[in-house]
Structures are given as C-alpha cells and as structure tokens.
C-alpha cells in the first residue's frame, strides 16, 4: 500500500518541482533606435547585425549625475531660482514622499524572507465551568489566576519563488519612484529655465514696445500740432492716433503675458503668486547661448529617466506574474513556539513550568473558482500595458 501511494505522489512532487520557477524570465523589449538625428553631422559608431541593420548598442547610464546644466548659461540669477525651486516645489517634495514609501514598502516585502520572531507575557484569571472540568454539576468552582510568557517564531520556505518575486516586484517599484523623483526634478529644472528665459525676453519686447509708445506720443503731438497749423488733413491725424493706441495695447498684452508667466514662476519656486515680484531682466541680443550638439538618439535614451521609469514599472509587471503564479502551488510555513505557565508569576520561569510546540504547516488552493487563474492573467495584462508604455 505504501509503495502505490509513493509511486502516484513521486510524478506530483516532480511535477511541482518542475514548475517551481513561477516568476517568468524578464526579456527586454526590442525597440528599433536610429542611429543618427538626421539633423546631425556626426557619424555615430554602429554596430552590423545579423540581419544586415545597423544599431549602436545602448549602455544604461541613468546613474550617472545628470549635472547642472544650468551653468552653461553662466547666470547667476538662474542657478538661485533653480536651486530654491529645487528646495521648495511641491511637486518635487511630493516625488520624493513617494520615493520613501516605496523604498519602505521594499523594505516590508524584504522581511518576508527572514523568519518572524516575537515574544509575549500575559496573565489570566478565570473561572471554569464543573462540566467543563469534567465534575459534577454544581462542584464549585474556585477562580484561579495564570501567568505565561512564550517566544514564538514563524517562516514560510519560499519553494515556488512567491516571496522572492515579491520582493523583485517592491524593489522595481522603488526604483520606478527614485526614476520618476528624476523626471519630475529634470522637469522642474526645465520649466524653471524656460519661464526664466521667457520672462526676460518678454521683458526685451516691453521696453521696445515702451519706447514704441513714447515715439508714437511724440508723433501723435507733432501731428497734432502740424494739424492745428493746417499742415496735414484729420486722416493723418487720425493714423497717428491709432498707431499709438495699437502700440499701448500690444504693451497691455504684454504686460498680462509677463504677470503669467511670473505666477508659473511662483508656482515653481513654492511661493504664493501674489507675493512674488520678478525683477525686470530684458534678455539682451549679446546674451551668449550655449552650443547643444545633437548627440546620438541612443545615448537620449539611456540618461532619460522616464523611460528608465518604465523599464522599472515593466521589471516589476513581471516578478508580479511569479507572485501571482506562486499563488497557486502548495505554501510551506514552519511555526514554534516555547515559553512557561504557572500559577504564579515566578513560576512562570521555572524548567518545570516549560511547554514548547513545533508546527509545520502545508496549504494548497483547490477549488478557488478560477480566482488565481483570473489573478495570473491580470498580471500578464498589466505587463503587456507596461511593456507597451516602454515602446511608447
């Protein structure tokens, strides 16, 4: 009899020990990069492939400093504004909340991997019942008070990778965040620079559009008085005027474009709108620029921390597959516990008072109604939805 029941559970055990890997392996996806921008006239290093197309291979350099490339600007006015939105953006702050709570998250799936021990010390008063204690009904029954301490430990041994996926998955997410608190901070440094930029040069366009006014004031005044004298007809007039007019209103919407693009300033920087004052800062023709060569597409797209957020969120799609497949084999957890009961307190210590227990615990889903199947195939859905964000 023994014999039979180990020959149809030998092919069983086999059987799950071949599908113990239940986190699938993660494979890049191939996506076709050029090897040049057209507008570049600096011949990339390529590489033949088997197939005759010419690609350079890409060499992950999200790690790298990105630097501050605000320098190359070489203004002073710049670097402060950056450097305070840096400390004070609330978006950034937000970002970097996140960071945190995915590295602690990362964190509570890792302890899953370490046995879990704790210790407890209680005392308890009770009564019993006559039946209970297999008396007479009606034998009285005197209270009696216990003391216990006990030190328990538990673990589960990880045999289909369900934990490990677990934590493959945490720690992609936390990268995923420290790659989008990147994004966010590049993004920031951007659109601070950019409505820099964009305040000074509506700045230029108001003092030519000013000194526009002036001279239209001016011309509107000598018409006038060549008018008065019978120089000129009531249409010259009338076209001086309505120069001027012309000249104040570009000038109005000038001004209303400069106090919005100083609001978004304030917003950038952490500050109340209202409460921020830009100084002017006309953006002279003599500012020097700096040279941004083109590069190679490839090397974009190894220091761009979005898509290294992607390439993250798809490495942990991916370990979420193992965890939903590890779902659906046997789970193994080891449990103990040892400590001492007495009737007083100091007797809880005593070698006689000893009690210890020592379980092991084997669970399986058999009927689920499909749910574990139905959680498998969500984390494949959501892989494909990752995988399809990274192409995109």
């Known amino acids: 009899m023994k014999s039979m029941?180990?020959?149809?559970?030998?092919?069983?055990?086999?059987?799950l020990l071949l599908t113990a890997c239940a986190t699938p392996e993660f494979k890049q996806p191939a996506v076709e990069t050029p090897?040049?921008?057209?507008?570049?006239?600096?011949?990339?290093?390529?590489?033949?492939g088997v197939d005759g197309a010419r690609w350079k291979p890409a060499q992950?350099?999200?790690?790298?400093?990105?630097?501050?490339w605000w320098l190359a600007f070489n203004d002073a006015a710049l670097t402060a504004l950056i450097i305070e939105a840096s400390a004070n953006n609330a978006n950034l702050s937000v970002a970097a909340a996140r960071v945190k709570q995915a590295r602690a998250i990362a964190g509570i799936a890792a302890s899953d991997r370490v046995?879990?021990?704790?210790?407890?010390?209680?005392?308890?008063r009770a009564r019993p019942s006559a039946l209970e204690s297999g008396l007479p009904q009606g034998t009285p029954m005197q209270p009696a008070t216990s003391y216990n301490a006990q030190l328990t430990a538990s673990y589960e041994v990880d045999l289909f990778g369900r934990v490990a996926a677990g934590v493959s998955a945490a720690r992609s997410d936390a990268a995923t965040s420290e790659a989008n608190y990147r994004s966010v901070l590049l993004?920031?440094?951007?659109?601070?620079?950019?409505?820099?930029?964009?305040?000074?040069a509506l700045d230029a366009e108001l003092d030519t559009v000013e000194r526009t006014v002036q001279l239209r004031e001016e011309s509107v005044k000598v018409n006038q008085r060549r008018f008065d004298l019978g120089d000129i007809g009531e249409f010259d007039l009338?076209?001086?005027?309505?120069?001027?007019?012309?000249?104040r209103a570009e000038a109005i919407g000038l001004q209303r474009?400069?106090?919005?693009?100083?609001?978004?300033l304030a917003v950038l920087l952490g500050k109340p709108a209202s409460n921020y004052v830009a100084g002017r800062s006309?953006?002279?023709?003599?500012?020097?620029?700096?040279?941004?060569?083109?590069?190679?597409?490839s090397s974009l797209l190894e220091r761009r921390p979005d898509i290294v957020a992607a390439q993250r969120a798809m490495e942990a799609s991916n370990a979420r597959i193992g965890v939903a497949r590890g779902a659906m084999f046997p789970a193994l957890t080891i449990s103990a516990a040892g400590g001492g009961v007495g009737g007083a307190f100091s007797d809880v210590f005593r070698w006689s008072s000893r009690s210890w227990v020592l379980g092991l615990l084997t669970s399986m889903p058999i009927i689920d109604g499909g749910r574990n199947r139905a959680h498998v195939e969500r984390s494949e859905a959501v892989l494909e939805e990752s995988v399809g964000t990274y192409r995109q």
């Open 187 to 200: 993004a920031l440094q951007a659109d601070v620079a950019q409505t820099y930029f964009r305040l000074r």
């Open 5 to 15: 029941i180990a020959k149809g559970v030998a092919p069983l055990l086999a059987a």
């Open 35 to 48: 090897t040049a921008f057209r507008e570049s006239q600096t011949p990339a290093k390529e590489v033949e």
């Open 282 to 297: 006309p953006l002279l023709d003599a500012t020097a620029l700096p040279a941004i060569p083109a590069g190679l597409p």
């Open 60 to 68: 992950p350099a999200e790690a790298q400093p990105r630097g501050q």
């Open 115 to 124: 046995p879990q021990i704790g210790v407890g010390i209680g005392a308890q």
């Open 257 to 264: 474009q400069r106090a919005t693009a100083e609001h978004a």
């Open 238 to 247: 009338s076209r001086a005027r309505t120069e001027l007019a012309t000249a």
